[in-house]
């Protein structure tokens, strides 16, 4: 499953896995606009879906990793080190479910800014 992440500088496709929980309640909630919020090298955007933390659930991922943060209800895109990183690593506020990857380079995300309007939508195959 794919999706199409815009806001006013750029956007960015990423690939889905269109077996989890997350992604199919995700798919339900499309399209959606929201706000970026950015925390480091991280964009995350609340997307008013609500699901359980899975069991495979990760804190700390590579960059272009397309999480949901359970926490805050939101889509966490980290494309470099947070402010809790050690060294390079891109690591999440909390353990993450993830649903898949961006397509192409993921430091585009550079490019939004706090308080950008954020959609998110299904790319029709």
Do not use: H
């Not at 896995?17 to 955007?45: C, H, I, M, N």
């Not at 495979?56 to 494309?79: C, H, I, K, N, S």
């Amino acid at each position: 499953m794919q999706i199409r992440i815009s806001w006013p500088a750029g956007n960015i496709t990423a690939t889905l896995d269109a077996s989890t929980p997350t992604t199919q309640a995700l798919a339900k909630a499309l399209p959606l606009a929201s706000t970026a919020r950015t925390w480091g090298e991280e964009v995350y955007f609340d997307t008013g879906v609500s699901v359980s933390r899975e069991t495979d659930a990760r804190q700390v991922v590579e960059p272009g990793t397309v999480a949901f943060w359970t926490d805050g209800d939101a889509l966490a895109l980290p494309y470099g080190p947070t402010p809790i990183s050690r060294g390079d690593e891109c690591r999440l506020a909390s353990p993450c479910n993830i649903l898949g990857g961006l397509d192409g380079d993921a430091g585009l995300l550079a490019t939004v800014r706090d308080g950008d309007p954020i959609r998110v939508e299904l790319i029709e195959e």
